[in-house]
């Protein structure tokens, strides 16, 4: 790269950067926290309700579960693009920080990056999500799944990938799991004082640990139909909730996840305020 195109690159990272730490866009990133938060603690209803007996057929209990049910209630699509326009500005601000905040090329400087990218991944899932119901061109989240896994198995080293991308899943609910454990989200929080501290504490340990079971049973979903060759096994959440319920003792397992879920719905709200930006 000449001298004149790295200037220009790390002029346009400085301008990028101010805007990401400009008070209003501070102040939109946090929505998304906020938004999130709104959508596990739907999650988290509607896989009670799925493990009480009185979630209604055919719903489903995972994020376009959740984003239908916004929908449907009194000022949802307001709520939506609210969902929707917050994720999108914290996406953009894990982008920015993955891009030009690390200020060394460290092993845990690229280790942070890739974290940032992976946040912005998901945020940025919810925010087309949630605009999509917005504008009433949503879909099911589990078809889509299934449409996925149908195609990578169409292709050759269909099945090595849905397994790559089993191993990813798996490692990502391990991940949560061991955050929550070592209640390490404390570093991205500045921690408020006590006895609040010691309830963000609770909601994050038992937000994370629950969440990250789920996830790890997405992965286990996802690897099974790599190994049968069948699509209709990789499902998202919904999928990974029917199956628990299914289980001896599953009942207790589902309602416990769906009370992880609104545990963690509620401190993503404290951290919309206590998050390091």
């Given at each position: 790269?000449?001298?004149?195109?790295?200037?220009?690159?790390?002029?346009?990272?400085?301008?990028?950067?101010?805007?990401?730490?400009?008070r209003?866009?501070?102040?939109?990133?946090?929505?998304?926290?906020?938004?999130?938060?709104?959508?596990h603690?739907?999650?988290?209803y509607l896989?009670?309700?799925?493990?009480?007996?009185?979630?209604?057929?055919?719903s489903?209990?995972?994020q376009?579960?959740?984003?239908?049910?916004?929908?449907a209630?009194?000022g949802?699509v307001?709520l939506?693009?609210?969902?929707?326009?917050g994720?999108?500005?914290?996406?953009?601000r894990?982008?920015?920080e993955?891009?030009?905040?690390?200020?060394t090329d460290?092993?845990r400087?690229?280790?942070?990056?890739l974290?940032?990218?992976?946040k912005?991944v998901?945020?940025?899932?919810i925010?087309?999500?949630?605009?999509?119901?917005?504008v009433?061109?949503g879909?099911s989240?589990?078809?889509?799944?299934r449409s996925?896994?149908?195609?990578?198995l169409?292709?050759?080293g269909?099945v090595?990938?849905l397994?790559?991308v089993a191993a990813v899943?798996?490692a990502?609910?391990v991940?949560l799991?061991?955050i929550?454990?070592?209640r390490?989200?404390?570093?991205?929080?500045?921690?408020?004082?006590?006895?609040?501290d010691?309830v963000?504490t609770?909601?994050g340990v038992?937000?994370?640990?629950l969440?990250?079971?789920?996830?790890?049973v997405v992965?286990?979903?996802?690897?099974?139909?790599?190994?049968?060759?069948?699509p209709?096994?990789?499902?998202?959440?919904?999928?990974?909730?029917d199956?628990?319920?299914?289980m001896?003792?599953?009942?207790f397992?589902?309602?416990?996840?769906g009370?992880g879920?609104?545990?963690?719905g509620?401190?993503s709200?404290f951290r919309?305020?206590?998050a390091?930006?």
């Open positions: 790269m000449s001298e004149q195109a790295e200037q220009a690159a790390r002029k346009t990272g400085r301008g990028a950067k101010r805007v990401a730490d400009s209003w866009f501070e102040l939109t990133a946090r929505a998304g926290f906020v938004g999130s938060g709104i959508v603690l739907l999650i988290g896989a009670i309700l799925l493990g009480v007996g009185n979630a209604s057929s055919g489903e209990t995972d376009s579960g959740a984003l239908q049910q916004l929908a209630v009194p949802g307001v939506l693009w609210i969902v929707a326009v994720c999108a500005a914290l996406t953009l894990l982008v920015v993955a891009v030009v905040g690390g200020r460290s092993a400087a690229w280790g942070n990056r974290k940032n990218v992976g912005a998901v945020y940025g899932l925010a087309y999500s949630a605009a999509s119901y917005a009433g061109a879909t989240s589990s078809g889509s799944s996925a896994a149908a195609k990578a169409a292709t050759p269909g090595f990938l397994l790559l899943a798996v990502i609910g991940g799991v061991v929550g454990c070592r390490s989200f404390w570093k991205q929080l500045v921690r408020p004082r006590h006895p609040l010691r963000v609770v909601l038992v937000g994370y640990v969440k990250g079971i789920a996830v790890v992965g286990v979903l996802i690897a099974v139909a790599g190994f049968r060759s069948d209709d096994q990789a499902t998202g959440l919904d999928g990974a909730f199956a628990l319920r299914s001896p003792g599953g009942v397992v589902l309602v416990a996840i009370i879920f609104l545990a963690f509620v401190f709200f919309a305020r206590y390091r930006l």
